[in-house]
């Protein structure tokens, strides 16, 4: 059965949980352990999170402390060994993988530090990609696409493959991607770190820009202290656990050198 543009609108997710109070992230007891040569690693022991809706939490930490990890979870891209992982009404911990995929297209936007955009592909059909694994008809999904493009600004370059792009219209295309089955949650892992300082500033004023425009709660993994600070709130991760990091007192070091 084809999909009408309007199973993809705002109007069509399914039914929310009457509770909007409740924190759209619930994260308790969180836990990651990893079988080495030298042993058992616990990557998390104890990890707890709550994330209001409507909120941008920043997630900063030493190289290698897990911030990919924890997103991965967050996303349904990994499972946790022990803990329970709730985004509104669904533990996403419980998943299988044919659940955990659905979740992901519907109520999931990810962002990574590398665009993932195919290169065979215009930036246009690199957009309808979701759309059409959802179920929209190829018209249906174009149309969609072609009206994110013009909300970040490329209405003009969907017909350009990716290698015809910069680097910062490489990312734009990503976060269209990632924005056009309209999630609720959105996951950036690193999205500026591989742009140059004044590119970077502009995808994060895009980011701000639209999560604002469409009532997103974004989740964002940064080295880049000055764009934690413009978040609603900033975490380090560290021992395996989130604390409260006042980044807003911190000069904002080149992506990558924290």
Known sequence: MQTSPAAVSPSSRPTREPDLRAPLIQVTNLQKTYKTPRGT?????GLDLQVQRGEMVAIVGQSGAGKSTLLHILGALDAPSAGTVYCASTNVANLSPREAAAFRNREIGYVWQFHYLLPEFTALENVAMPLLARGATKREALALAANWLKEVGLDDRGSHRP???SGGEQQRVALARALVNNP?????DEPTGDLDQTTAGRVFDLIESLHASHG???ILVTHNLDLASRCTRALKLESGRLVPFAAASHSGPHPGTM
């Open 41 to 45: 690693l616990n990557l998390f022991t």
């Open 163 to 165: 290698g015809e792009l």
């Open 184 to 188: 609720r949650l959105l996951l950036a």
């Open 216 to 218: 997103l709660t974004s």
